[in-house]
T-cell receptor, first 113, second 110 residues
């Protein structure tokens, strides 16, 4: 499809629980990106993929965050043992090639209580 | 490392007034610059990219490498332009991450 689809739209987890977020990029787009938006404004880059390979993971917290993009499956971002400060909107974006802007999904709002 | 600065968190103008949303960047190489817009309750959308040099919804932005700026301009603001605007930079290689500015909320009053 022509939209980046993110599920779920909202996710509530108790501290210490696991959270898993999904992203289906636009068909034909080779690059997938995850961003975290805290405090409504600041976007923090987490990780990017080129097809199923990690391209850049410099923004990923090493301990509790992991992500995958497997063939024929939505990409996923998983947070083990969530903390209050993980509460944010997580955006996924995809891109076909150089020179194009990314297409963003509508985001998943994660609330850790 | 690259950095994008949007000095104004909020810009409030009256309908029909000119608008300029400022964006300054720092990057040692040749960047690609973008403007994204987020209307209320909607997803982030690409508004402009500097390489295409186009005008979308009356907005234009010119990359000034001397001043390292990419300000977004519109001669006559409309109420429907009210939104969050983000300036973003990508190093000149495919697949690299976007670095966003902190965003500017534009409010256009009737």
């Amino acid at each position: 499809g022509e939209e980046v689809a993110q599920t779920p739209k909202h996710l509530v987890r108790g501290e210490g629980q696991k959270a898993k977020l999904y992203c289906a990029p636009i068909k034909g787009h080779s690059y997938v990106f995850w961003y975290q938006q805290v405090l409504k404004n600041e976007f923090k880059f987490l990780i990017s993929f080129q097809n199923e390979n990690v391209f850049d993971e410099t923004g990923m917290p090493k301990e509790r965050f992991s992500a995958k993009c497997l063939p024929n499956s939505p990409c996923s971002l998983e947070i083990q043992a969530t903390k209050l400060e993980d509460s944010a909107v997580y955006f996924c974006a995809s891109s076909q090639s150089r020179g194009e802007g990314y297409t963003f999904g509508s985001g998943t709002r994660l609330t850790v209580v | 490392a690259q950095r994008v600065t949007q000095p104004e968190k909020l810009l409030s103008v009256f309908k029909g007034a000119p608008v300029e949303l400022k964006c300054n960047y720092s990057y040692s190489g040749s960047p690609e610059l973008f403007w994204y817009v987020q209307y209320s309750r909607q997803r982030l959308q690409l508004l402009l990219r500097h390489i295409s040099r186009e005008s979308i919804k009356g907005f234009t932005a010119d990359l000034n490498k001397g001043e390292t700026s990419f300000h977004l301009k519109k001669p006559f603001a409309q109420e429907e332009d009210s939104a969050m605007y983000y300036c973003a930079l990508r190093p000149g290689n495919a697949g690299n991450m976007l670095t966003f500015g902190g965003g500017t909320r534009l409010m256009v009053k009737p």
